[in-house]
Protein backbone atom coordinates (compact mmCIF):
# COMPACT_ATOMS: atom_id res chain seq x y z
CA UNK A 1 0.00 0.00 0.00
CA UNK A 2 1.78 3.55 -1.12
CA UNK A 3 2.32 6.19 1.57
CA UNK A 4 -1.02 8.29 2.38
CA UNK A 5 -0.32 12.76 1.38
CA UNK A 6 0.63 13.92 5.25
CA UNK A 7 -2.19 16.14 4.32
CA UNK A 8 -4.41 13.32 5.21
CA UNK A 9 -2.99 13.33 8.77
CA UNK A 10 -5.89 12.94 11.77
CA UNK A 11 -5.69 16.13 13.04
CA UNK A 12 -3.48 16.77 16.51
CA UNK A 13 -2.31 17.15 18.89
CA UNK A 14 -1.20 13.87 19.23
CA UNK A 15 0.51 11.63 21.62
CA UNK A 16 3.97 11.84 20.97
CA UNK A 17 6.92 11.00 23.01
CA UNK A 18 9.97 10.19 20.52
CA UNK A 19 10.61 11.85 17.03
CA UNK A 20 13.84 10.31 15.21
CA UNK A 21 14.78 11.90 12.31
CA UNK A 22 17.18 11.22 9.58
CA UNK A 23 19.80 14.24 8.49
CA UNK A 24 20.89 14.01 5.16
CA UNK A 25 17.90 14.46 2.85
CA UNK A 26 15.56 14.43 5.47
CA UNK A 27 15.51 16.98 8.09
CA UNK A 28 18.80 18.99 6.32
CA UNK A 29 18.07 21.14 3.36
CA UNK A 30 19.74 21.69 0.24
CA UNK A 31 22.33 23.44 1.75
CA UNK A 32 23.56 20.93 4.18
CA UNK A 33 21.73 23.28 7.02
CA UNK A 34 18.72 22.28 9.80
CA UNK A 35 15.87 25.15 8.46
CA UNK A 36 15.65 27.98 10.82
CA UNK A 37 11.73 26.65 10.96
CA UNK A 38 12.83 23.47 12.83
CA UNK A 39 14.38 25.22 15.92
CA UNK A 40 11.13 26.88 17.64
CA UNK A 41 9.48 23.13 16.97
CA UNK A 42 12.17 21.78 18.93
CA UNK A 43 11.84 23.56 21.66
CA UNK A 44 8.41 23.05 21.84
CA UNK A 45 9.27 19.67 22.48
CA UNK A 46 11.72 20.21 24.87
CA UNK A 47 9.97 22.09 26.46
CA UNK A 48 7.40 18.70 26.94
CA UNK A 49 9.79 16.10 27.43
CA UNK A 50 9.56 15.03 23.45
CA UNK A 51 13.03 13.68 23.03
CA UNK A 52 14.57 14.24 19.51
CA UNK A 53 16.85 12.43 17.94
CA UNK A 54 19.10 12.80 15.36
CA UNK A 55 19.47 9.87 13.18
CA UNK A 56 22.52 9.38 11.05
CA UNK A 57 25.03 7.67 8.88
CA UNK A 58 27.71 10.43 10.10
CA UNK A 59 29.80 10.59 13.17
CA UNK A 60 28.89 11.28 16.78
CA UNK A 61 30.93 14.29 16.78
CA UNK A 62 29.73 15.32 13.87
CA UNK A 63 25.79 15.17 15.15
CA UNK A 64 26.66 16.99 18.55
CA UNK A 65 28.48 19.77 16.50
CA UNK A 66 24.99 20.36 14.93
CA UNK A 67 23.38 19.86 17.84
CA UNK A 68 25.64 21.73 20.08
CA UNK A 69 24.19 22.75 23.31
CA UNK A 70 21.34 21.12 23.44
CA UNK A 71 22.09 17.87 25.22
CA UNK A 72 19.81 17.78 27.62
CA UNK A 73 17.10 17.02 25.54
CA UNK A 74 18.74 15.10 22.70
CA UNK A 75 19.69 11.61 22.07
CA UNK A 76 22.13 10.17 19.04
CA UNK A 77 22.09 7.59 16.79
CA UNK A 78 25.44 7.88 14.85
CA UNK A 79 27.23 5.70 12.67
CA UNK A 80 23.78 4.35 11.22
CA UNK A 81 22.84 2.87 14.47
CA UNK A 82 26.38 1.33 15.59
CA UNK A 83 26.40 4.21 18.46
CA UNK A 84 23.48 4.99 20.59
CA UNK A 85 23.79 7.93 22.76
CA UNK A 86 21.57 9.02 25.43
CA UNK A 87 21.40 11.57 28.10
CA UNK A 88 24.88 12.39 27.24
CA UNK A 89 26.23 8.54 27.85
CA UNK A 90 26.90 5.65 25.05
CA UNK A 91 23.77 3.00 25.80
CA UNK A 92 25.18 0.65 22.74
CA UNK A 93 28.55 0.30 20.84
CA UNK A 94 28.75 -2.10 18.28
CA UNK A 95 31.77 -2.50 15.47
CA UNK A 96 33.08 -5.00 13.44
CA UNK A 97 36.04 -7.48 13.86
CA UNK A 98 39.41 -6.31 12.87
CA UNK A 99 39.55 -9.54 10.37
CA UNK A 100 36.91 -8.08 8.50
CA UNK A 101 38.28 -4.04 8.41
CA UNK A 102 41.44 -5.44 6.95
CA UNK A 103 39.42 -7.55 4.42
CA UNK A 104 37.52 -4.50 3.23
CA UNK A 105 40.10 -2.30 2.81
CA UNK A 106 41.56 -5.07 0.43
CA UNK A 107 38.00 -5.12 -1.52
CA UNK A 108 38.38 -1.18 -1.72
CA UNK A 109 42.26 -1.03 -2.90
CA UNK A 110 41.60 -3.97 -5.45
CA UNK A 111 38.43 -2.17 -7.04
CA UNK A 112 40.10 1.12 -7.11
CA UNK A 113 43.08 -0.33 -9.45
CA UNK A 114 45.15 -0.76 -6.40
CA UNK A 115 44.72 -4.60 -5.51
CA UNK A 116 46.37 -6.04 -9.07
CA UNK A 117 42.59 -6.27 -9.90
CA UNK A 118 42.28 -2.91 -11.67
CA UNK A 119 38.98 -2.04 -11.26
CA UNK A 120 39.55 1.28 -11.80
CA UNK A 121 36.56 2.61 -9.87
CA UNK A 122 37.02 5.79 -7.95
CA UNK A 123 36.98 5.30 -4.49
CA UNK A 124 37.15 6.59 -1.01
CA UNK A 125 37.44 3.96 2.20
CA UNK A 126 36.65 5.98 5.66
CA UNK A 127 37.51 3.65 8.61
CA UNK A 128 34.84 4.88 11.49
CA UNK A 129 36.61 4.37 14.55
CA UNK A 130 35.37 5.06 18.03
CA UNK A 131 37.85 7.75 18.37
CA UNK A 132 38.31 9.45 15.19
CA UNK A 133 37.58 8.09 11.42
CA UNK A 134 40.07 7.48 9.16
CA UNK A 135 41.22 7.85 5.65
CA UNK A 136 44.10 6.77 3.38
CA UNK A 137 43.24 8.85 0.58
CA UNK A 138 44.33 12.90 0.91
CA UNK A 139 43.04 14.86 -2.46
CA UNK A 140 40.73 17.44 -1.47
CA UNK A 141 37.80 16.02 -3.80
CA UNK A 142 37.58 13.33 -1.05
CA UNK A 143 38.29 14.73 2.28
CA UNK A 144 35.64 17.82 1.06
CA UNK A 145 33.26 14.59 1.22
CA UNK A 146 34.77 12.82 4.11
CA UNK A 147 34.32 15.95 5.89
CA UNK A 148 30.60 16.68 5.20
CA UNK A 149 30.29 13.84 7.58
CA UNK A 150 33.32 13.30 10.02
CA UNK A 151 34.78 15.95 11.94
CA UNK A 152 37.29 13.91 13.74
CA UNK A 153 39.19 12.69 10.52
CA UNK A 154 42.54 11.66 10.64
CA UNK A 155 44.90 10.51 7.60
CA UNK A 156 46.56 7.76 7.91
CA UNK A 157 49.53 5.85 5.87
CA UNK A 158 47.90 2.57 6.10
CA UNK A 159 44.23 1.89 7.04
CA UNK A 160 44.91 -1.68 7.83
CA UNK A 161 47.44 -0.57 10.99
CA UNK A 162 44.24 1.43 12.89
CA UNK A 163 43.93 0.49 16.06
CA UNK A 164 41.06 1.83 17.01
CA UNK A 165 37.36 0.35 17.72
CA UNK A 166 36.18 0.04 14.14
CA UNK A 167 32.37 0.85 14.27
CA UNK A 168 31.75 0.49 10.65
CA UNK A 169 33.33 1.15 7.54
CA UNK A 170 31.46 3.81 4.71
CA UNK A 171 32.67 3.63 0.78
CA UNK A 172 32.05 6.80 -1.35
CA UNK A 173 31.96 5.88 -5.03
CA UNK A 174 32.16 8.92 -7.31
CA UNK A 175 30.39 7.62 -9.78
CA UNK A 176 27.48 7.13 -7.46
CA UNK A 177 26.82 4.04 -5.11
CA UNK A 178 23.82 1.92 -6.02
CA UNK A 179 25.41 -0.83 -7.73
CA UNK A 180 28.43 -0.35 -5.64
CA UNK A 181 26.54 -2.93 -2.91
CA UNK A 182 25.48 -5.58 -5.19
CA UNK A 183 29.47 -5.29 -7.09
CA UNK A 184 32.39 -4.99 -5.61
CA UNK A 185 30.84 -5.78 -1.78
CA UNK A 186 28.49 -8.39 -3.15
CA UNK A 187 30.67 -11.04 -1.06
CA UNK A 188 30.12 -9.62 2.27
CA UNK A 189 26.28 -9.89 2.21
CA UNK A 190 26.28 -13.56 3.86
CA UNK A 191 28.02 -11.91 6.99
CA UNK A 192 27.48 -8.42 7.63
CA UNK A 193 25.32 -6.01 6.40
CA UNK A 194 26.28 -3.95 3.19
CA UNK A 195 23.91 -0.64 3.62
CA UNK A 196 23.35 2.28 0.43
CA UNK A 197 23.20 5.23 3.16
CA UNK A 198 23.27 8.02 0.33
CA UNK A 199 23.13 8.51 -3.34
CA UNK A 200 27.16 7.92 -2.70
CA UNK A 201 27.64 6.32 0.35
CA UNK A 202 27.85 1.92 1.00
CA UNK A 203 28.37 1.02 4.80
CA UNK A 204 29.37 -1.99 5.66
CA UNK A 205 28.85 -2.85 9.01
CA UNK A 206 28.14 -5.97 11.72
CA UNK A 207 24.64 -8.35 10.94
CA UNK A 208 21.62 -6.85 12.73
CA UNK A 209 22.73 -3.42 13.57
CA UNK A 210 20.25 -1.13 11.76
CA UNK A 211 18.61 2.72 12.98
CA UNK A 212 15.67 0.42 13.86
CA UNK A 213 17.53 -1.30 17.05
CA UNK A 214 18.65 2.32 17.92
CA UNK A 215 15.04 3.47 17.92
CA UNK A 216 13.81 0.56 19.98
CA UNK A 217 16.65 0.83 22.47
CA UNK A 218 15.79 4.77 23.04
CA UNK A 219 12.19 3.72 23.27
CA UNK A 220 13.01 1.54 26.21
CA UNK A 221 15.10 4.17 28.12
CA UNK A 222 12.79 7.18 27.70
CA UNK A 223 9.44 4.96 28.36
CA UNK A 224 7.43 5.42 24.72
CA UNK A 225 6.20 3.15 22.52
CA UNK A 226 6.04 2.26 18.92
CA UNK A 227 2.67 4.69 18.82
CA UNK A 228 3.96 7.42 20.56
CA UNK A 229 7.11 7.66 18.22
CA UNK A 230 7.76 9.24 14.88
CA UNK A 231 10.45 8.81 12.52
CA UNK A 232 11.59 10.18 9.17
CA UNK A 233 13.91 9.18 6.62
CA UNK A 234 14.98 9.10 2.59
CA UNK A 235 17.04 6.24 1.85
CA UNK A 236 17.25 2.40 2.56
CA UNK A 237 19.21 3.00 5.67
CA UNK A 238 16.36 4.08 7.36
CA UNK A 239 13.98 1.49 7.00
CA UNK A 240 14.21 -0.67 9.98
CA UNK A 241 13.57 2.94 11.72
CA UNK A 242 10.62 3.76 10.21
CA UNK A 243 9.22 -0.12 10.81
CA UNK A 244 10.25 0.89 14.71
CA UNK A 245 7.32 3.76 14.49
CA UNK A 246 3.62 4.19 14.26
CA UNK A 247 4.20 7.33 12.68
CA UNK A 248 6.75 6.61 9.62
CA UNK A 249 7.38 9.30 7.38
CA UNK A 250 9.33 8.52 3.55
CA UNK A 251 10.33 12.30 2.26
CA UNK A 252 8.75 13.07 -0.91
CA UNK A 253 12.56 13.02 -2.45
CA UNK A 254 12.80 9.58 -1.03
CA UNK A 255 14.08 6.69 -2.52
CA UNK A 256 11.15 4.30 -3.98
CA UNK A 257 12.20 1.42 -1.72
CA UNK A 258 11.19 3.53 1.03
CA UNK A 259 8.55 5.66 0.11
CA UNK A 260 6.88 2.09 -0.20
CA UNK A 261 7.15 1.03 2.93
CA UNK A 262 6.67 4.55 5.25
CA UNK A 263 3.13 4.86 6.25
CA UNK A 264 2.83 8.62 5.09
CA UNK A 265 4.72 10.53 2.61
CA UNK A 266 5.99 13.97 3.91
CA UNK A 267 6.99 17.36 2.29
CA UNK A 268 10.48 17.28 0.41
CA UNK A 269 13.68 18.41 2.51
CA UNK A 270 13.74 21.25 0.61
CA UNK A 271 10.47 22.45 1.35
CA UNK A 272 10.89 21.78 5.24
CA UNK A 273 8.99 18.82 5.11
CA UNK A 274 9.62 17.48 9.20
CA UNK A 275 8.59 21.01 10.05
CA UNK A 276 4.97 20.59 8.12
CA UNK A 277 4.65 17.08 9.59
CA UNK A 278 5.50 18.17 13.12
CA UNK A 279 3.70 21.20 13.29
CA UNK A 280 0.51 19.19 12.00
CA UNK A 281 0.72 16.49 14.45
CA UNK A 282 1.27 18.66 17.43
CA UNK A 283 -1.46 21.10 15.78
CA UNK A 284 0.98 23.84 16.19
Excluded at 167 to 183: E, I, N, S
Aim: charged share 20%; with cysteine; glycine share 12%.
Amino acid sequence: MPAAPWRELPDGPHDIRLVVADLDGTLLNEHGAVPSAFWPVLDWMRGRGITFVPASGRQYAALHRIFHGLDDGLSYVAENGNLVVHQGRPVAIHGIGLETSRRVIGMVRQAAGGGGGGGGRNLGLVVCGLDSAYVERDDPAFLAEARKYYVRLEVVADLSLVSDRVLKLAVFDFDGAQDLAGGPLAALGGTHQVVVSGRHWVDVMAAGVDKGGAVRQLQQAVGATPAQTVAFGDYPNDLQMLEAAHWSFAMANAHPDVAARARWLAPSNTDDGVVAVLRRLFAL
